[in-house]
């Protein structure tokens, strides 16, 4: 037994934990990238938005007071050892947000919706996971490389803003992310929708920890335990190839934390569909849907390679250790959705 709980495991049961809670909030608290990007363009909505605000402030609140706790070191997080790569974040992130918006889903909303019954979604989280190993060590891995160099962080000026603001402010990085965190929480709860909607922010809260337990619990592994893992939270496209490998491959390769976490999302969902009443099955109809979709996918992978992260990696987690290149990418993808969305909005007018 004792074997079996290893490091890698371990690892694998903490993003299970965070996992199924991100789940949860995708089928009961209605979290989603697209689906706030949607409300806020063309509904009149900011309440799923601000929903993330939340989540952000949350997670970002949680991973500094890790870090002031000594349990998490800055420099150890995976989008901290990497110099910041703008033109990265800007490109990646575009092409992350125009694949979303084709495909109907990032990979998260995916694995959301196939918890829940959807075949679509099978499609979209398979080709981005393909796609995204094909950009990570595949035939674009070389070009990838080129184009966007990768190169090692200064330790001494890791990309974080709450670390350079230490160096220029003299207060504590913990103390900076916590103050910037609750400011961002009070600017969300300005809004008379969302005050309305304690539901709403509680399944943001829930989003946010999540990440929390992430950063803490891989950060925990990697001081305590044996085996070298990183030290690093929810992400979905890299982790979506991952699990692909590890359904071939499981005699021969071990866990991760985002094996784990692809499985709790699953979960989550699936519970989440059933509390709700919503699972059924449900496939594609429209050959011209699918062939969207899977395109959509395949940008999203490639997209989400290039900027280091997805809408999660990079607009949560990464975002909570106020990496440099999060807001960047966060609000790059937030354009390529809204580019996507109003060139298949005005396809189908031109159709009519």
């Not at 070389?142 to 000026?157: G, N, Q, S």
């Not at 692909?244 to 491959?249: A, G, H, N």
Request: include cysteine; proline fraction near 4%; aromatic fraction near 10%.
């Amino acid at each position: 037994m004792f074997d079996w709980i290893s490091d890698t495991n371990l690892a694998a049961l903490i993003g299970l934990v965070g996992g199924v809670m991100l789940g949860l909030s995708a089928r009961l608290g209605r979290f989603c990238t697209l689906g706030a990007i949607e409300d806020a363009l063309y509904a009149g909505s900011s309440l799923r938005m601000r929903m993330w605000g939340i989540a952000i402030g949350v997670a970002m609140i949680g991973s500094h007071l890790l870090i002031g706790a000594g349990i998490v070191q800055p420099e150890e997080a995976i989008y901290l050892r990497l110099g910041w790569n703008p033109l990265a974040s800007v490109i990646g992130g575009l092409l992350f947000g125009y694949g979303m918006a084709l495909s109907g889903n990032c990979g998260f909303g995916a694995l959301a919706r196939l918890g829940g019954g959807d075949l679509r979604a099978f499609v979209i989280v398979v080709v981005m996971g393909l796609s995204a190993y094909v950009a990570i060590s595949g035939p674009l891995a070389h070009l990838r490389v080129l184009v966007f160099p990768e190169t090692p962080a200064d330790p001494a000026a890791l990309p974080s803003i709450s670390v350079k603001l230490e160096a220029l402010l003299g207060l504590s990085t913990s103390t900076i992310g916590t103050a910037i965190g609750a400011i961002l929480i009070l600017i969300m709860f300005t809004s008379k929708e969302l005050r309305q909607a304690p539901q709403t922010a509680f399944w943001a809260v829930v989003a946010g920890l999540a990440v929390v337990i992430g950063w803490g619990g891989t950060a925990w592994i990697f001081a305590n335990g044996f085996d070298p893992i990183p030290v690093e939270s929810h992400t979905f496209s890299a982790p979506l190839g991952d699990t692909m490998i590890y359904l071939m491959t499981s005699s021969g390769s071990a866990l991760n934390f985002g094996v784990g976490s692809v499985a709790g999302v699953l979960v989550g969902a699936f519970i989440g569909s059933l509390f709700k009443g919503h699972f059924r099955w449900e496939a594609c109809e429209d050959p011209r849907e699918l062939k969207r979709q899977m395109g959509g996918a395949a940008i999203m992978g490639l997209g989400a390679v290039i900027a280091f992260g997805c809408s999660i990696g990079q607009g949560l987690s990464a975002f909570a250790i106020l990496y440099y290149g999060a807001p960047v990418t966060f609000l790059a993808i937030i354009a390529g959705a809204a580019f996507g969305l109003r060139q298949l909005i005005s396809g189908f007018a031109v159709a009519e």
